[in-house]
């Protein structure tokens, strides 16, 4: 095989946001890259919710707009926080998110990475499919030299090899490039996509045209657990999912399966859901360890981008931006040292992680570093006390019922103080509050 | 309890139903290695994995069947430390083909 004799500038395992960013940059410069993937097609392994950041992807292909599969535009998102029977709700809306070129789009991940991997092969790279790299190739001094994958014996060469093989991860840690993700740093979620007539999402939503809604919610859903559910409307489907922190499932009784049933038909969601069609059932793990998560990011010939460096900010949902941007740095990265010859050494591509530094990725990350530990310490308060009380705050306060309201008033204070003492609320605003700054 | 909590459970065989697959036929991607007595995170599996593709035997060892797998290594990182399961991604092609991901 041709292939094999062949020494590429660059190998990209995996063909998700990260590894596409990263191949068609390179590929876009001028550089031979080799992109493996394992699935049929870029996008046949891959779930998310799926949102799609604009920002990220404009700074790769500026366009993208003509002709990426994209189903709604956002121009509404609901934050709520439920208990059993109610969700009180944060919504914006504005007009402002009808604009020329939309900030936010849903999308369905099998059709627009199959889009965005068209990409990287029109700007000249080559991509295997239903290849899975099996481990990496060292030189005697431990330079990263290739990949090893499941369709031939013979090692594939590359100068650089950059790892975005996604959440597992599992090339990266057999060869002890980094540790084994830990359970109380990952979120399992699990996901069914819905159909629906699109004037019926739109009639239940409020939409007009591509105008899209999401729901991002939090409270007793997870039962105790660290997680949150959302609700995103496509074009002529709904995505709904819920995820929790894989330890926390292991403490509980409760299925992924059972949990997104219950989640389903809470009274504010089975409404939004009623007569569709379900089509597919989906799991991933997310991961959520935030900033002090991030492992080793470069060594000798190798970098890691997206998912496989824990590049997920859990806070505000945002993960394939994370990923796109990762991957177009380590690109960018790869791309000056080759025009330069300079060697892909550990200090040369120590250069990724300066670079990241300057970009929203690291900021952001590093501005919540505290809040995973937090949530995830506090959980039966964040996920279930404090929604149980404002609900039924809220309750006490809308109801009509011949109570004065500075009865109701006193009563709504006293269950907040007898349900968590006045020291524990303050003690997690501040610490909500310090983690957040 | 109210309503919510009490929703009938759901048969996740009718989920997985709905999903395409190119099972490669004899050679399993997920193994459970031989024990006698499981761990409580290879046990938990019996209810963690989303697929449900883990169950006790009569004899109570945990035996997995992978061709319902979504692929989402839930069981990998649960048993990383007792080394229980032998996890490895389907061989290129084959395992669950997502529609819509």
Known sequence: MAMTEEKFDAIVVGAGPSGNAAAYVMAKEGLNVLQI???????????????????????????????????????????????????????????????EKPNRYTILRAQFDKWFNAKVREAGALVLYETTVTELVKDLKGQVVGVRTDRSGSPIMANVVILAEGVNGLVGQRSGLRDEVAPDTVALAVKEMHFLPRETIEARFNLSGNEGAVIEAM?????????????????????????????????????????????????????LLADSECKEYAAHLIP????????????????????????????????????????????????????????????????????????????????????????????????????????QAMQTWFRVDGVDKKSKEKAIFRNFRETRTIFGMLGDAFKLVRAWR | MSEVMTAPSAKVEEKLFQNRYLVDAGRPHIRVKQHSVPSASLLAMTRLCPAGCYSVTESGQVEVVADGCLECGTCRIMTKRTGEVEWNYPRGGFGVLYKFG
């Open chain 1, 288 to 391: 959520e360890g935030g900033y002090k998560a991030i492992p080793q990011l470069y060594g000798n010939g190798w970098i890691v981008v997206g998912d496989a460096g824990q590049f997920v900010n859990a806070v505000h949902r945002e993960g394939s931006n994370l990923a796109m941007t990762t991957g177009r740095v380590a690109a960018e990265t790869v791309i000056a040292l080759t025009r330069k010859r300079e060697e892909m050494s550990a200090a040369n591509l120590a250069d990724y992680a300066r670079r990241l530094e300057q970009t929203f990725v690291m900021k952001d990350l590093k501005k919540y570093k505290g809040i995973p530990a937090l949530l995830h310490g506090n959980k039966r308060n964040f996920f279930g006390t404090y929604p149980q009380l404002v609900s």
């Open chain 1, 37 to 99: 993937e394992r699935g049929e097609y870029s996008g046949s392994k891959n779930v998310q919710g799926a949102i799609l950041y604009s920002d990220a992807l404009e700074q790769i292909i500026p366009d993208f707009r003509e002709d990426a599969p994209l189903e709604r535009h956002v121009t509404e998102q609901r934050m709520w926080m439920m208990d059993d029977k109610s969700h009180t709700g944060m919504h914006y809306r504005s007009d402002d998110f009808n604009e």
């Open chain 1, 219 to 271: 409270g007793t859903i997870t039962k105790g657990m660290t997680g949150t559910g959302f609700l995103y409307t496509n074009e002529e489907s709904i995505s709904v999912g819920i995820g929790c922190i894989v330890s926390d499932f292991a403490d509980s009784e409760v299925t992924p399966y059972a949990l997104l049933e219950a989640f389903k038909s809470h009274p504010s969601i089975k409404p």
